[in-house]
């Protein structure tokens, strides 16, 4: 059976690391134009989307919705509703309206992005697709570049795992969806507080999820000092 793919755009934070109290960080600018509609950008002109989902905070949904006018000519597939309290809520809001809305089965694809990660490529997206289809479940990552140190007490070093086992998740994540929510629905509180990501969703209960490479300028912007960081990427490009 064919598959359904949805883009699902993850807007629904407040940004507090960037200390913006203006706007959530997703809305503010680089080359003169919000990080959000660079990612949409991206995802807009991959052919492969039934539809587009951009999940943003309540506040911001007419704010988001308008600026998808502005500077998105052909907008038709977007769809534009609230995020949740977490990275996951969001997540499932998302799975939840394509149920309500297209209907939810076994073949459902879903690319989950950050809305913050404005230089995912086509590639990067093209290979979450075709990895979801083929193993159900990916996660867009890089090999760790520094040595990688644990710590349980925050003081001193528990752990120094072998770097070459190490990666740094990015996304996009991908999923097929209706799997995705059942074992979500299925964790405990205690499970789901330790998430920040959604990849983590199937590992704690021992599913695969197969890895897709990523890129060094994929970067997560994060803090004031990552907005430089991609005004230089954006200079590059
Ligand atoms: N309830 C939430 C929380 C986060 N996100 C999105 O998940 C992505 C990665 O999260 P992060 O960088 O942590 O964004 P924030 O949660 O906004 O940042 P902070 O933790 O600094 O508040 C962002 O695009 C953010 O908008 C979301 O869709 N829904
Ligand atoms: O919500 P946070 O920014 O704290 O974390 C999100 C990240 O975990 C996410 O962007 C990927 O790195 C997942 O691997």
Redesign the pocket.
């Known amino acids: 059976m064919a598959n359904n793919i949805f883009g699902i755009?993850?807007?629904?934070?407040?940004?507090?690391?960037?200390g913006n109290a203006e706007r959530?960080?997703?809305f503010m600018e680089i080359g003169r134009k919000p990080i959000i509609v660079h990612t949409i950008e991206k995802f807009v002109i991959h052919s492969a989307f039934d539809r587009i989902i951009v999940?943003s905070?309540k506040a911001w949904i007419s704010h988001t919705k308008d600026l998808i006018r502005k500077y998105i000519p052909d907008h038709s597939d977007i769809i534009v509703i609230p995020?949740?309290?977490?990275?996951n809520?969001?997540?499932m809001n998302a799975i939840r309206y394509i149920e309500e809305n297209f209907g939810l089965d076994d073949d459902t694809i879903i690319v989950t992005h950050?809305?913050?990660?404005p230089f995912v490529s086509h590639r990067m997206i093209e290979e979450n697709i075709q990895a979801a289809v083929e193993y159900g479940a990916c996660d867009t990552v890089i090999p760790a570049s520094d040595t990688i140190v644990e710590s349980q007490d925050h003081k001193f070093i528990s752990s120094i795992p072998d770097r070459s086992a190490m990666y740094q998740g990015q996304?996009p994540q991908s999923f097929r969806a209706k799997k995705l929510r059942d074992i979500y629905a299925g964790l405990s509180s205690a499970e789901k507080e330790i998430l920040t990501d959604a990849c983590k969703i199937l590992v704690l209960k021992g599913e695969k999820v197969h890895l897709v490479e990523g890129d060094v300028t994929n970067i997560?912007?994060?803090y004031p000092s990552d907005i430089r960081m991609a005004e230089a990427i954006m200079g590059g490009k």
Request: hydrophobic share 25%; aromatic share 0%; proline share 6%.
């Open positions: 755009i993850l807007a629904g934070g407040q940004g507090t690391r960037m959530p960080k997703q999940l905070p995020g949740g309290s977490t990275r809520e969001t997540i950050d809305s913050v990660r996304t997560k912007i994060t």
